[in-house]
C-alpha cells in the first residue's frame, strides 16, 4: 500500500503555504478612509509620507483618527478635493482643477510641500498671495467688509436693491474731512488706503466686489465720485485721493 506521505527532501514536505493575514496585520498596511463621505483605499506609509503634516499626525501612534460605523478611518473634511491630496502623496502629480479647494485642502492637512507648490501656480499666486499682501495695504479691510454687509442688509427690508456708499481716504488724518453722508439711502463707511496710489483704488473696489460675489451677493459698484474738496494730482502715480463708491445689492 502506498503513503500518502512524502519522503524528506522531497518538494512536498519543503513548500510551505504563506502564512494567512490577520485582520491587525491589513489595518496596518492598507487604509480604508470615509472622507466626508467619500471612501479612498491607500497604506499608511502614503498618508504618513511628510511626517510633519497634520494628516500624518492623525495617522501616527495613539493620534489615530476616529472610525465610522462600516470601521474606516472617518475625516470629516469635503472629500472630493481628497483624490488631489492622495495622488500627490502618491506620485508628486499636482492637480489641474479646483485648485483654490485643493490649496485650502493642502493647507489644512499641513502638506507644506503642495502648499508651496500650488502657491507658485499663476491662479493660486494671483488669487492667494498677490491679492492677500495688496489687501494687507488696507487696515481692518475685513471688518469694512462685514460692515458693509450688515448695513446693505438693513437697508434691505422691502425693496429690492440698497446701497451702501464706501467712502475711501488716504489716512485716518482725512476722515474728519469725508463729505457728508448724501441724504439719501445710502450709508456710508470709510476705507483707508495709506500709501495705496490712485490707480489701486479701483483695484481695491473689484477686490471688495469680488469678496461678496464669493459670499453671494449679487452686488454692482460705480464711481469713483471724487469730492472738489480732495482733488490731488491726476498723476497716475499720485496717493489715493479721497473719493466714494456706491455699491448696489440685489436680493430679489
Known amino acids: ?132 499682501q495688496f489687501l494687507l495695504q488696507v487696515p481692518g479691510y475685513s471688518e469694512n467688509l462685514e460692515l458693509l454687509v450688515r448695513l446693505a442688509r438693513a437697508r434691505a427690508v422691502a425693496q429690492r436693491h440698497s446701497r451702501v456708499m464706501v467712502c475711501v481716504m488716504p489716512s485716518e488724518q482725512h476722515s474728519a474731512k469725508c463729505p457728508e453722508r448724501p441724504r439719501t439711502e445710502e450709508d456710508t463707511i470709510v476705507m483707508h488706503t495709506p500709501g495705496m496710489l490712485e490707480t489701486d483704488v479701483r483695484d481695491l473696489m473689484d477686490c471688495v466686489k469680488m469678496d461678496l460675489q464669493n459670499q453671494g451677493y449679487r452686488v454692482t459698484f460705480s464711481g469713483p465720485y471724487t469730492n472738489s474738496l480732495f482733488s490731488t494730482s491726476s498723476s497716475r502715480f499720485a496717493p489715493a485721493c479721497a473719493c466714494s463708491f456706491k455699491f448696489t445689492f440685489t436680493w430679489w
Open 1 to 132: 500500500m502506498t503513503s500518502l506521505r512524502s519522503a524528506p527532501g522531497s518538494p512536498a514536505s519543503t513548500s510551505r503555504a504563506p502564512p494567512p493575514v490577520t485582520d491587525r496585520q491589513h489595518i496596518i498596511k492598507v487604509v480604508e478612509l470615509n472622507v466626508g463621505g467619500q471612501f479612498y483605499t491607500t497604506t499608511l506609509d502614503t498618508l504618513r509620507k511628510f511626517p510633519d503634516s497634520k494628516l500624518a499626525e492623525m495617522f501616527s501612534g495613539a493620534n489615530l483618527a476616529c472610525r465610522d460605523a462600516k470601521g474606516c478611518f472617518f475625516i470629516d473634511r469635503p472629500g472630493t478635493y481628497f483624490g488631489a491630496i492622495l495622488e500627490y502623496l502618491r506620485s508628486g502629480q499636482l492637480p489641474t482643477q479646483h485648485l483654490p479647494e485643493v490649496y485650502r485642502e493642502a493647507q489644512f492637512y499641513g502638506i507644506k510641500p503642495l502648499v508651496k507648490l500650488l502657491e507658485d501656480t499663476p491662479q493660486i499666486f494671483g488669487e492667494q498671495v498677490a491679492r492677500r
